[in-house]
């Protein structure tokens, strides 16, 4: 029995077919540019509106994420559905973390201005109330301004 590829079928030409490769851009530094690959193989690619698109997708999702938070913040639920929301919102912050892992500096700068931007919607009080400090930080903030 051998198999060493004798007699399998795979005459020279199928053996001399030349091997095409995509090129990928893979940073390893920060850089900036519009040619990257920001969760997905391929996306945005080097088309500027895709970039632009993909920069507003992560903006997106980290006010999103600040939502979540805030919204984990000041309900009270049960125990299954606290749980299941605390897991969306840790996943997508895991996938905002993946998306910053591209390197590219917009791409880092959407985020962080997704993050403000959220936090001053929804944890500032721009819409609705301000996020509350839970009992035993108050206690905690309290002694250390006295001790200031």
Wanted: proline share 2%.
């Amino acid at each position: 029995m051998d198999m060493g590829g004798h007699g399998m079928g795979m005459g020279p030409a199928a053996a001399a077919a030349p091997v095409v490769r995509r090129k990928h851009y893979m940073h390893m530094t920060f850089y900036w540019g519009t040619q990257s690959e920001i969760l997905f193989d391929g996306w945005p690619g080097a088309r500027g509106g895709m970039y632009a698109l993909a920069l507003a997708a992560v903006f997106a999702l980290a006010v999103l994420v600040e939502f979540l938070g805030s919204f984990l913040s000041t309900r009270s639920r049960g125990a299954a559905a606290g749980a299941a929301a605390h897991a969306l919102r840790v996943g997508l912050a895991y996938v905002l973390m993946l998306a910053l892992m591209s390197f590219n500096v917009g791409v880092l700068l959407a985020a962080v201005a997704g993050h403000a931007a959220g936090f001053l919607l929804f944890r500032g009080g721009l819409c609705g109330r301000r996020a509350q400090v839970e009992d035993g930080a108050k206690e905690y903030l309290a002694a250390a301004a006295a001790g200031c």
